[in-house]
Structures are given as C-alpha cells and as structure tokens.
T-cell receptor, first 116, second 110 residues
Framework: EAGVVQSPRYKIIEKKQPVAFWCNPISGHNTLYWYLQNLGQGPELLIRYENEEAVDDSQLPKDRFSAERLKGVDSTLKIQPAELGDSAVYLC??????????????FGEGSRLTVL | GQQVMQIPQYQHVQEGEDFTTYCNSSTTLSNIQWYKQRPGGHPVFLIQLVKSGEVKKQKRLTFQFGEAKKNSSLHITATQTTDVGTYFCAGKTSYDKVIFGPGTSLSVIP
C-alpha cells in the first residue's frame, strides 16, 4: 500500500515569492492534516480536513496561508507571499479515523522549504 | 494556552542502558500517542494510550498513561543503536486538538 505522498521534497525560494505544496493521502483516508515542523521542535497543526471540509484551521495564518482539498482526496497548501520565518518542513498526514476519535497519523516525507 | 511538554530535551546513553522520556500536559488529555522520528525522516506512530493508568508494552518499549491523564512516559530497556531518533508524545485535548510535545532526542553510543 502506498503511503502519504508529498511534493516537492525540497523548495528554495526568495522571500515574497509564492510556494505551493501538494499532498496525496493514503487511499480511503478521510482525514488529512497539514503540520509545520521547525528544526528541533514537534509538529504544529496548521489545518485538519475531514473529507473536503476544513474542520480545524484555527492555527492557519490566513493572511498568507491557504489550503484546499478539492474532492476530499489530494490537498494543496499555499503560502503567498513567503517570509523568512516560513522556512520549515511542511508535513502532511492522513488518518482513516473521522470525527472526535483520534487514530494513528500516517505522515508523508515532508516538504522542506527554505526562504532566502 | 494548552501545552504539552517533554523532558529531557536530549539524552545520550551508552548502548545497553535504559532510557525514559516524560510527557506532561497542562490539561487533561483524552488520549496520548507516541511517535518516533529518525534523523531526516518523518514521525512514525508507535502507540496510543486511552485509559487512565494504562500500561502497554512493545518488546523493549513500555508506555504509561498517568492516572490523571495529564502525563505519560516511554521507557526503553537496553537501548540499541536502532533506537536513535526523536520521540514525540501527542496529546488529544478536550477541544479535540492533537498537540505534539517538543520531543526528546535520543542518541545511543555504541
């Protein structure tokens, strides 16, 4: 079974430029998460989807970050414009568990962003 | 705000020694999960604890969930070089949020 697929693995951009990350979750997983991970820290939730609905986006900086999950499968996370402080690894995770229950999160390899 | 803390931040052990990392939440948790992240890798699920006072074992790993459901621990017996990595706890709060701790980085000296 294929795991969570993310692209690109690495991205280097100059500040003020836009960037987008793509995630394909494990087939059949209804819940999809985007996390941000800074070096030496734990993952921080940006947004959680159940199917195509964003059920928790309270931590998403909406002035520059946006996300979508059309058709409830693949998802895209966009940053426009990027700032120096956005340099981090962006992790996508999926879970077969919906609603209030919390099950195992399956993480992708992550997209490492460097903003110059 | 709600926080999940872990100690120690780093631990260096000689191969064969035991290792323990502790996780503490500022609020009562619905459940707690543990993940392992190898250097350069992504977090991989180890286990989930739900019940107050629950203890689970996976070979050399022992996981505990505190009676008050605000703390947890992971103990590794007789560490091996394959145990190297960062161990994260992730607690689910009453507001349905899953909050990761900052992790404990384990180094094993052969």
């Amino acid at each position: 079974e294929a795991g969570v697929v993310q692209s690109p693995r690495y991205k280097i951009i100059e500040k003020k430029q836009p960037v987008a990350f793509w995630c394909n979750p494990i087939s059949g997983h209804n819940t999809l998460y985007w996390y941000l991970q800074n070096l030496g820290q734990g993952p921080e939730l940006l947004i959680r989807y159940e199917n195509e609905e964003a059920v928790d986006d309270s931590q998403l900086p909406k002035d520059r970050f946006s996300a979508e999950r059309l058709k409830g499968v693949d998802s895209t996370l966009k940053i426009q414009p990027a700032e120096l402080g956005d340099s981090a690894v962006y992790l996508c995770a999926s879970s077969p568990v919906r609603g209030a229950r919390t099950g195992e999160l399956f993480f992708g390899e992550g997209s490492r962003l460097t903003v110059l | 705000g709600q926080q999940v803390m872990q100690i120690p931040q780093y631990q260096h052990v000689q191969e064969g020694e035991d290792f323990t990392t502790y996780c503490n939440s500022s609020t009562t948790l619905s459940n707690i999960q543990w993940y392992k992240q190898r250097p350069g890798g992504h977090p991989v699920f180890l286990i989930q604890l739900v019940k107050s006072g629950e203890v689970k074992k996976q070979k050399r790993l022992t996981f505990q969930f505190g009676e008050a459901k605000k703390n947890s621990s992971l103990h590794i017996t007789a560490t091996q070089t394959t145990d190297v990595g960062t161990y994260f706890c992730a607690g689910k709060t009453s507001y349905d949020k899953v909050i990761f701790g900052p992790g404990t980085s384990l180094s094993v000296i052969p």
